[in-house]
């Protein structure tokens, strides 16, 4: 048999590199979807032209053949890296922003605390409330000496000899600056023996003693009895120092400038009796602001209890000078996370139950800065 070859179709073959290698041709979308269907069936029909079977290799490679005029493949590591400084520079002014203003708010608040906590100290003592612990008494001899506290168990109201006469406040102590400690103080009821003699008159005649430790006058005070209240001031919040003497912390004004202390008190006001009288005269129940002298920044708290008890000691007219401020008590306080301060002013133009709390801005020209 003569063999016979069989003719076979001539046609060009393409390899994927040389499409590949060949430019980008802008199609529109109508060509795209059809040259995708041409992929999804995995063939390519005869009769199709170079330029279209170009066209399906680019949007085998590329995804989009070219129409959108770019590759899909993704970003470059150069466009990330900007994407994502610019969104942590975002990131970061928000958080700022946001911390700013929460700090300000937490400030605005541990002010309107702390002055709403002098209020109820000065409010207490009108009313006559003050911390019992029950497990201490009050004891006065008829000589008109300081009274002794001791062990023991006597119920509010039933001691004869002593008397609460008021609460003080301490700011700044030794301990912290964020710290402020209320002191409950006792005193004498009558100047001699119970009943038979007058009452006291006056914040000399009480001999106060904070139910507090004490430095200088251990025997008054029995080991271990403390009716402190030892409180810390809310975010972060502090009393100013009084290094700046034009511009102390925590101070009073007689009218000749502010004057640095350590600590002041409310005490409810004391009997007076008229000249030769042996009957008190009757009158309305108020408090008094008084200052602590001798009471300084930065003190032990048990300093300040040796200051309380050595009013005892002052004439009658030296202590009048430490009582009703005529421009009152002025707290200046710090915020720890922004510039700001406040102040509130206790007793200011003889309001002696009076707070007015004010905020600002460090080197305004306010007393506080």
């Known amino acids: ?24 041709i802008a199609r529109s979308r109508s060509e795209l979807s059809r040259a995708k269907t041409v992929l999804s069936e995995r063939g ?6 170079r330029e279209e079977k170009l066209f399906v290799a680019e949007v085998s490679r590329s995804g989009d053949g070219g129409v959108l005029g770019k590759s899909s493949i993704g970003y470059t590591i150069v ?37 709403s906590h002098i209020r109820d100290v000065m409010n ?44 003080v406040l301490q700011f700044g102590p030794a301990s912290s600056p964020e710290d402020f400690n209320v002191f409950s103080v006792a005193g004498r009821q009558f100047r001699g023996a119970p009943i038979a003699s007058k009452l006291v008159s006056d914040i000399t005649e009480s001999k106060p003693v904070p139910i507090a430790p004490n430095i200088a006058h251990l025997a008054m005070i029995g080991p271990g009895l403390d009716a402190t209240d030892y409180n810390k001031l809310d975010y972060g919040l502090t009393i100013k120092d009084n290094s700046d003497g034009a511009h102390p912390g925590l101070s009073y004004d007689n009218g000749s400038g502010p004057q640095a202390i350590g600590a002041f008190g409310f005490f409810s006001n004391f009997v007076t009796y008229p000249d030769g009288s042996a009957s008190p005269e009757s009158g309305r ?8 002298p001798a009471s300084a920044y930065g003190d032990d708290a048990r300093n300040v ?17 430490f009582k009703n401020p005529a421009k009152g008590i002025t707290l200046c306080f710090l915020s720890s996370g922004t510039d700001q301060y406040g102040k509130i002013t206790i007793g200011d133009n003889n309001q ?4 007015t709390l ?4 460090r080197g305004d020209g306010s007393i506080c800065t």
């Not at 003592?125 to 911390?131: D, H, K």
């Not at 497990?135 to 609460?164: E, H, R, T, W």
């Not at 129940?285 to 602590?292: A, G, K, L, N, Y």
């Open 1 to 24: 048999m003569d063999s016979h070859k069989q003719p076979q179709a001539s046609h060009r073959s393409y390899s994927q590199g040389s499409l590949l290698d060949s430019p980008k």
């Open 44 to 49: 390519v029909p005869e009769g199709t032209s």
């Open 79 to 115: 466009e990330v890296m900007i994407f994502l400084a610019i969104s942590s520079a975002i990131l970061v002014s928000a958080l700022l922003l946001v911390g700013g203003q929460q700090q300000k708010t937490q400030f605005t608040q541990s002010l309107r605390d702390i002055d």
């Open 124 to 167: 207490d003592v009108s009313a006559g409330i003050y911390s019992n612990t029950g497990n201490f008494q009050c004891l006065a001899d008829n000589a008109g000496s300081a009274p002794v506290i001791s062990a023991g168990a006597d119920k509010q109201g039933a001691n004869v000899s002593c008397i609460y006469i008021g609460k």
């Open 285 to 292: 129940q108020f408090t008094d602001i008084w200052v602590i």
């Open 305 to 321: 209890a040796d200051d309380i008890i050595d009013i005892g000691g002052l004439s009658s007219s030296a202590a009048t000078s």
């Open 352 to 355: 002696r139950l009076a707070t």
């Open 358 to 361: 004010s905020v600002g801005y």
